[in-house]
């Protein structure tokens, strides 16, 4: 009897004429078909979503993507957000942060998960801006930025006022304008900047430190006019931050309205209302003014908002088109399998470069140990040993000799006849030197003799010999 899984679940059975059933072909697909088509069913059936969740898990990688997971009581539901997207998040991604995501549903076919790629992430009851304000706000009171102690007194009459600002909003004609009636002969040193938008924090901190290498300058006022608190976010960055707690002038932070409060505020030694009330403070000035600043960038920058986000629009609807839908979110994933890839190359090509480097090294150790030049050093040294130990024992061998010869000769001149020609004793020859005269009978009147010395040589003429009876001494 044919198994359950003999028969394919998408086909009908076929029977022949006569009632008898036709065994149907099996149908097998592979797993990756399989899961590219659960991954076209769930980003095809879904669409966008908006979820609402807490984070937990969370995984910064190097490559700027961001893994996280969303849970509430009863679920949970894996996430990422790549580099394209987050780095447009003003806040930091923490676990227990509860956020409401947007993204579409996909699968990641390689390890078959299916995932929310997140486009855009805020928190949940207040604005993505307001809590990465708070968290900067918390480390850097932790640090003891905003330590009243660490604030400096601003000069009641200072002669040269820096001002960082930009050219185009009417925060620098305001301040202008009150230090030309407040103290018409201060020396006024404008550094412009940008003060919205992307790179703004970073040029206010190049303005700042560079208005500070100016000789005799006292004070300086850091400002913009009022706005949104992303007109103002500038002010709120952490590098900003830094530089005005490190600046060796006083600093005056003039940003925004009297509401408006931002990170540069609790940074600065002193923190003014307005840009305008910030010239009253430097100049003494008791006044307030009557009027607040008029911002012509402002329409300019809602001008600017509106056409962006009719831009948006047009493009979120070419998105959620049939034939479009998902091709982000597929891009995405082919990057995030490039990267893994990248990175199992990368561990794989360092593992291949230790192996061959600790064979080289091996290898090496022992040419080394074989080396010529170490072995001819070596029998070097052995030769110089022996050398030495040559030269020792011939050393002593010459003494031994040398004292041996010493003794013989000492024998020897015991027994010399010159010894005895020493004492005063003569030798006499013959007149041919072939033979020693010992007897006088041995010569005869008129013979020749020769008589040895003990120094020198006789030749003599014998006029007389005597017999033994005639000697004495």
């Not at 550094?191 to 004070?219: M, S, T, Y």
């Not at 990368?346 to 091996?362: K, P």
């Not at 020897?412 to 041919?432: F, I, K, M």
Request: net charge positive; aromatic share 4%.
């Amino acid at each position: 009897m044919p198994g359950l899984f003999d028969e394919p679940f998408e086909e009908e059975p076929v029977f022949r004429e006569d009632g008898a059933p036709v065994r149907a072909r099996r149908r097998v697909v592979s797993v990756s078909e399989v899961t590219a088509g659960i991954r076209m069913a769930i980003e095809s059936g879904f669409g966008e979503l908006w979820i609402e969740g807490e984070i937990s898990n969370c995984r910064v990688w190097n490559t700027g993507h961001v893994y996280f997971t969303l849970k509430d009581s009863a679920a949970q539901l894996k996430a990422v957000m790549f580099r394209s997207a987050s780095r447009y998040l003003k806040f930091k991604i923490e676990d227990g942060i509860h956020v409401v995501a947007r993204g579409r549903l996909s699968v990641y076919e390689p390890k078959g998960e299916y995932q929310l790629v997140c486009e855009h992430l805020e928190p949940h009851g207040r604005g993505a801006l307001q809590l990465a304000f708070e968290q900067l706000k918390r480390k850097l009171q932790a640090e003891g930025l905003f330590a009243a102690d660490r604030k400096r007194p601003i000069p009641s009459l200072p002669n040269k006022i820096g001002i960082v600002t930009s050219l185009d909003g009417a925060a620098l004609r305001d301040i202008l304008k009150v230090l030309s009636r407040r103290h018409p002969n201060a020396h006024i040193v404008v550094r412009p900047c940008k003060v919205q938008g992307d790179g703004a924090g970073d040029e206010i901190a190049r303005a700042l430190k560079a208005l500070a290498k100016v000789p005799g300058v006292d004070v300086i006022i850091v400002g913009r006019g009022g706005g949104s608190i992303e007109d103002l976010w500038a002010f709120n960055e952490e590098p900003l931050a830094r530089t005005i707690a490190a600046c060796p002038v006083p600093v005056i932070s003039a940003v925004g309205h009297e509401v408006d409060v931002t990170i540069a505020d609790f940074v600065a030694d002193l923190r003014a209302p307005t840009p305008s009330a910030a010239a009253e403070m430097v100049v003494t000035a008791k006044e307030e003014f009557a009027a607040r600043i008029d911002r012509l960038q402002g329409r300019l920058t809602a001008a600017m908002r509106a056409g962006i986000q009719r831009r948006r629009n047009v493009v979120h609807l070419l998105t959620s088109r049939r034939g479009l839908a998902g091709w982000q979110v597929r891009v995405a994933m082919q990057g995030r399998h490039v990267s893994e890839l990248s990175h199992a190359l990368r561990r794989a090509t360092t593992g291949l470069i230790a192996r061959r480097l600790r064979e080289h090294q091996h290898r090496a150790a022992r040419l080394e140990a074989g080396d010529v030049r170490r072995r001819l050093a070596a029998m070097r040294g052995r030769l110089g040993a022996a050398d030495s130990r040559l030269h020792v024992i011939a050393g002593r061998v010459h003494e031994r000799a040398e004292a041996r010869f010493t003794a013989l000769a000492g024998r020897l001149e015991t027994l010399s006849p010159l010894a005895v020609l020493a004492r005063g004793y003569a030798v006499c020859w013959n007149q041919d030197r072939t033979a020693i005269i010992r007897q006088a009978s041995a010569v005869t009147a008129g013979d020749r003799v020769r008589v040895t010395l003990h120094e020198g040589e006789i030749d003599c003429e014998v006029r007389s010999a005597h017999g033994s009876d005639n000697q004495g001494l």
